[in-house]
């Protein structure tokens, strides 16, 4: 049963392939058929190793382990793998009948799944650099795919500045080969509290975490994230920022696991440095008008309170970190295909242009209003558990949590200013018969309110965490949230809506290319200061 | 050769990131980056003086084939890499009639 995670990389490689060389239309039935049987086999591959993890390792071609490929799963991977599976059904189902599910566009997205699933699982350094480095490929092909100047330019800025961040990684892993001797993750994670206090380690540990803050869009190296998920088309916006960038994450949550042992302490500065990106996410996104360009921006946002969360050192605040990374890959994937539908059926991506959406398309916007709800963090939707556990556990700092406090209202400004979408009259609009969009938009919305509301017996079976201590109906929960609206409200009319020149001037700002470069150097240096200099 | 002068190498990479106007000259600067990380694995794998690792006699120094391995890995990614950015960048040109970063990002809409 071991070798089933090589099948969940070979399959979807081997669709694709299989697509690509097949000129016959009903050749995209088998991306389903493809995607069934990996979900059983990853279930049954659950079942049977849910209690003994250890087991899964498998090391190809009997090789030693400190020199051969080898794979392995435990209950974090073995969850984004179902992530991964939920969100590529949901978005093979979104582009069913559409134009744009043509046999190239299934060739690079079951590429895609099969690369990320390859991430997800493997077990040595060098292949988290291939593995990551292949998803940027693809994924900046996939940018591209709308064949626009816009994004031609996004994906060129895109693979520029992703690579050379992969390659800072590949320089990480090359300082702990020369250390260690050895590539493998655990083998290095058992040998570091020997040689934990070295410096050429610490460094090693900066690269890594410079090239992981590129590739998961972190405060000083986001430039990226909202060029290249704001003009791709929605189904890839979806994915990139719902799954694809979560990658970056994962790579956070390992490298952190394997040096665990050196005593880093680096809880506070990445606390620090996932606080400052959540607060300029959510800066600039209330000053945006484009509905695609708010989103990518509230991802930024969402990203740095995962990053507030999965910096600590403390397993529940850890948590509740790694439970926003499902629930934040749930709800934007919802908002960024109800916005995809919206687009398609008013022709327009500016919000100020779209009015009376609840009345043209009511399935859809009870679908975004789902997913509105669960981003700002309301009682018996998804956002509001895992932002809970979050502020319960930075509860004894008052700067720690006047900013979580701040980012929620930002959260909820720009929000309001989203939903004005639904009001006005209805709307003479393009007639699209795509029930497809509606069934993938139902199962976001869906896994949004079952997260929500089953926390508790979720958590408890998959990663064996009791959640009780969290109560939905609670006052102070129900309080919290409506002031946060309606402080958002007052903002919003007041300030927002107005347009002053500060705004116009957040919403303006294009950083360069160069000073991208620049902010990411001077990133790793402020990092080797403070990791490597100071102690 | 001194590992230093491949941190010079990459270090260079870096400076041009940082400063080039020009998409192409961009994609040239990931290019040197790339070469010089490749070129400080490949020190590490005791090429002066080593002997290919095959046909092992004792007490002779080896060279340790597992950097070699892995760089051919990088150097097919980073050809993949340089490869795509580069029709990117002829792409770019096409909808913007310039690859300068300035006029490139500069316009508001693509055509």
Redesign the interface.
């Known amino acids: 049963m071991a070798f089933f995670s090589v099948l969940l990389i070979i399959i979807p490689v081997f669709t694709a392939l299989v697509i690509y060389l097949y000129k016959h239309s009903a050749v995209k039935y088998l991306t389903f058929i493809a995607q069934l049987a990996m979900t059983i086999l990853a279930v049954l591959y659950y079942r049977e190793f849910s209690d003994q993890w250890a087991s899964t390792l498998i090391v190809f071609g009997d090789w030693d382990l400190r ?1 051969g490929i080898s794979l392995i799963n435990d209950e974090i991977s073995m969850s984004f793998i179902f992530l991964t599976l939920f969100s590529f059904w949901m978005v093979l189902i979104y582009t069913f009948d559409t134009r744009q599910s043509n046999r190239t566009f299934l060739f690079f997205l079951m590429f895609l799944q099969g690369v990320f699933l390859g991430l997800l699982q493997t077990y040595d350094l ?1 292949n988290m ?2 593995f990551l ?2 998803t ?2 693809l994924v ?2 996939l940018i ?1 795919f709308k ?7 996004a ?3 895109y ?2 500045l992703n ?2 961040g992969v ?1 800072v990684f ?2 990480g892993v ?1 300082i702990m ?2 250390v260690f001797g050895t ?1 493998n993750v655990g083998v290095i994670g058992e040998a570091i509290d020997s040689v934990g206090e070295a410096t050429s380690v610490r460094f090693a540990y900066v690269l890594m975490m410079a090239g992981i803050a590129v590739k998961s869009a972190l405060f000083p190296v986001f430039s990226w994230l909202p060029k290249a998920h704001g003009v791709a088309q929605s189904a890839i916006s979806a994915l990139l920022s719902g799954l694809i960038v979560k990658g970056g994450l994962y790579m956070f949550i390992r490298i952190n696991q394997m040096f665990s042992g050196a005593n880093l302490e680096s809880g506070e500065f990445f606390f620090y440095v996932g606080a400052a990106t959540a607060v300029v996410g959510v800066l600039f996104a209330v000053s945006q008008k484009d509905i695609k360009q708010i989103l990518a921006y509230h991802t930024v946002s969402q990203i740095g309170i995962v990053m507030m969360g999965l910096s600590s050192p403390d397993f529940d605040t850890f948590y509740g970190g790694l439970l926003h990374i499902f629930n934040h890959a749930l709800f934007k994937s919802l908002l960024f295909l109800g916005a995809g539908v919206i687009i398609k059926a008013y022709r327009t991506k500016y919000v100020s242009d779209m009015r009376g959406v609840f009345k043209t398309m009511p399935a859809v916007s009870i679908f975004m209003i789902v997913g509105m709800l669960s981003i700002t963090g309301a009682p018996l939707f998804n956002g509001f558990i895992s932002k809970t556990i979050i502020k319960y556990s930075i509860e004894d700092s008052t700067l720690k949590s006047w900013i979580l406090f701040g980012v929620n209202i930002g959260t909820a400004t720009s929000f309001i200013k989203m939903s004005q979408i639904f009001f006005g009259p209805r709307r003479m609009t393009l007639r699209l018969y795509a029930p497809f969009d509606r069934i993938a938009l139902m199962g976001f919305a869906f896994a949004c309110v079952i997260l929500g509301n089953f926390y508790i017996p979720i958590s408890d079976g998959f990663f064996g965490v009791e959640l009780s201590y969290i109560s939905v109906f609670n006052f102070d929960a129900f309080f919290d949230y409506f002031v946060a609206l309606a402080i958002g409200f007052l903002i919003y009319y007041f300030i927002i809506k107005k347009d002053y020149r500060p705004i116009r001037m957040i919403r303006e700002y ?1 950083p ?3 000073s991208a ?2 902010v990411f ?1 001077m990133f790793v240096v402020v990092m080797s200061v403070y990791f490597v200099l100071i102690p | 050769m001194d590992p230093l002068l491949t941190f010079i190498v990459i270090l260079i990479g870096f400076y041009g990131l940082a400063t080039s106007t020009n998409i192409i000259k961009s994609v040239f600067c990931v290019t040197i980056i790339e070469s010089g990380v490749i070129l400080l694995f490949l020190n590490m794998g005791n090429l002066d003086g080593g002997r290919i690792p095959v046909d092992i006699i004792p007490d002779t120094l080896i060279a340790d084939p597992l950097p070699q391995a892995l760089m051919i890995t990088t150097i097919v990614i980073g050809s993949t890499v340089t490869s795509l950015s580069l029709m990117l960048c002829i792409k770019v040109f096409h909808h913007f009639g310039s690859v300068e970063w300035v006029d490139v990002l500069g316009m508001e809409r693509g055509r």
Not at chain 1, 147 to 153: A, E, Q, V
């Open positions: 020199i060098f650099f291939v480095e292949l940027t490929i900046t092909i591209a064949k626009s100047g816009d994004s031609f330019r994906a060129v800025y693979i520029l690579a050379s390659l590949l320089i090359i080969y020369n590539i294009k360069s290319f160069q470069n620049f150097i």
